[in-house]
């Protein structure tokens, strides 16, 4: 348990902070969900249309920092691979 006032302000912080992350986390992880199930369907136009939005959302959760900058640059190519070889 923390002993001085400004560790248990710091416990409030991290809590807070922990929430914030794993709601970004939870919206990083539907948005994949999302679109790898529309390439697995085979609906290109579904998928061409949620890729900006998968784009968008995994830039804005490597920028908070709750992923790496790297990690998201990686799924954004990988699914970009996906849907150019869909037909």
């Given at each position: 348990?923390?002993?001085t ?9 991290i ?10 986390i ?8 999302q ?37 998201a ?9 996906k849907?150019a070889a869909?037909?």
């Amino acid at each position: 348990m923390a002993n001085t006032s400004s560790a248990k302000k710091k416990t409030k912080v991290i809590k807070r902070k922990t929430a914030i992350n794993r709601i970004r986390i939870g919206k990083y992880k539907s948005s994949i969900s999302q679109i790898e199930n529309a390439i697995k369907s085979g609906e290109k136009d579904k998928a061409m249309k949620l890729f900006d939005n998968f784009q968008s959302q995994l830039m804005k959760v490597s920028k908070k920092g709750s992923i790496r900058r790297q990690t998201a640059s990686r799924k954004i190519s990988r699914t970009a691979k996906k849907l150019a070889a869909m037909k």
